[in-house]
T-cell receptor, first 113, second 114 residues
Framework: EADIYQTPRYLVIGTGKKITLECSQT?????MYWYQQDPGMELHLIHY???????EKGDLSSESTVSRIRTEHFPLTLESARPSHTSQYLC????????????FGPGTRLTVL | KNQVEQSPQSLIILEGKNCTLQ??????????LRWYKQDTGRGPVSLTI?????NTKSNGRYTATLDADTKQSSLHITASQLSDSASYIC?????????????FGRGTQLTVWP
């Protein structure tokens, strides 16, 4: 089982609050990813990182931001949460090159009231 | 546009029965195809991965096939168990970027009844 962790697992907050979703991995992977997944729908890439101080936006536009100050840590921040941000957020990591296998965390289920 | 289409959308089978899930893709240039299992409320876990030159790969009771010419893959589950109830996601990777971009299907929701 992959050593990638996400906290919190569940979060219910009010509109306008600032939140940070945590993601950490202990595998030394350079690449990290954030996906958004709605029920019954495919995963959409919203952010990714090649390594420390590298962050890029993914395919799906998102109002969230990310940072990569340490290899093992890739937090996602929403400055002002809205009900449209309600979704499941999945973090993943992987080695550079090879078969590009990504290892997923358990996800954070976010509900914005 | 690169796409991954899965069928059926959902499937219910009785414990002990076999089933086959389908995946069609248009991703090009093709690098590899993975099947992931995603339990409810959890992140996806890789079951199998196949490159262009491989046409079958097994992992216990899971057997995946790949036809790169027709761009089709299947996942066959033998002697299903209650714990097989999950969403099975087909994921295709392209060779066109250093990112290792993955294209996800919407998954087949499998329910195994006792």
């Amino acid at each position: 089982e992959a050593d990638i962790y996400q906290t919190p697992r569940y979060l219910v907050i009010g509109t306008g609050k600032k939140i940070t979703l945590e993601c950490s991995q202990t595998m030394g992977h350079d690449k990290m990813y954030w996906y958004q997944q709605d029920p019954g729908m495919e995963l959409h890439l919203i952010h990714y990182s090649y390594g420390v101080n590298s962050t890029e936006k993914g395919d799906l536009s998102s109002e969230s931001t990310v940072s990569r100050i340490r290899t093992e840590h890739f937090p996602l921040t929403l400055e002002s949460a809205r009900p449209s941000h309600t979704s499941q957020y999945l973090c993943a990591s992987g080695l550079a090159g090879g078969t590009d296998t990504q290892y997923f965390g358990p996800g954070t289920r976010l509900t914005v009231l | 546009k690169n796409q991954v289409e899965q069928s059926p959308q959902s499937l219910i089978i009785l414990e002990g029965k076999n089933c086959t899930l389908q995946c069609n893709y248009t991703v090009s240039p093709f690098s590899n195809l993975r099947w992931y299992k995603q339990d409810t409320g959890r992140g996806p876990v890789s079951l199998t991965i196949m490159t262009f030159s491989e046409n079958t790969k097994s992992n216990g009771r899971y057997t995946a096939t790949l036809d790169a010419d027709t761009k089709q893959s299947s996942l066959h589950i033998t002697a299903s168990q209650l714990s097989d109830s999950a969403s099975y996601i087909c994921v295709v990777s392209d060779r066109g970027s250093t990112l290792g971009r993955l294209y996800f299907g919407r998954g087949t929701q499998l329910t195994v009844w006792p």
